[in-house]
């Protein structure tokens, strides 16, 4: 069992940087694949980037390659999701979650989920 809290969201406006944290409970975080969604208003959950358990492989959502980053901390039981030149696009409730069989990039893949962190971008 994974409980997962994300914080970091809030207001800022375009062109801005946000660091997004999701920290997991539990002795087994690095044995799972972490990854990060999203979910604008009216919209379904989107996938938005993965890690892999070690952390040496990575896959973005084609909208996010160049600006956002994932990383894990596994000694912190943490997982990052840093977004730069932001857009008001990127509103949304950012979730994180947790693998425990594989990477992937769809929400299907995933056991656990965090509660979600607004992420609010103004023009």
């Known amino acids: 069992q994974v409980q997962l809290v994300e914080s970091g969201g809030g207001l800022v406006q375009a062109g801005d940087s946000l660091r997004l944290s999701c920290a997991a409970s539990?002795?087994?975080?690095?044995?799972?694949?972490m990854g990060w969604f999203r979910q604008a208003s009216g919209t379904e959950r989107m996938f938005v980037a993965v890690?892999?358990?070690?952390?040496?492989?990575?896959t973005y959502a084609d909208s996010e390659k160049g600006r956002f980053t994932i990383s894990r901390d596994n000694a912190k039981n943490t997982v990052y999701l840093q977004m730069n030149r932001l857009k008001p696009e990127d509103t949304a409730v950012y979730y994180c979650?947790?693998?425990?069989?594989?990477?992937?990039?769809?929400?299907?893949?995933?056991?656990?989920w965090g509660q979600g962190t607004q992420v609010t971008v103004s023009s």
């Open positions: 979650a947790a693998s425990p069989l594989g990477y992937y990039t769809t929400q299907t893949g995933y056991d656990y």
């Open positions: 890690i892999s358990w070690g952390g040496e492989t990575t």
């Open positions: 539990g002795r087994t975080f690095s044995s799972y694949a």
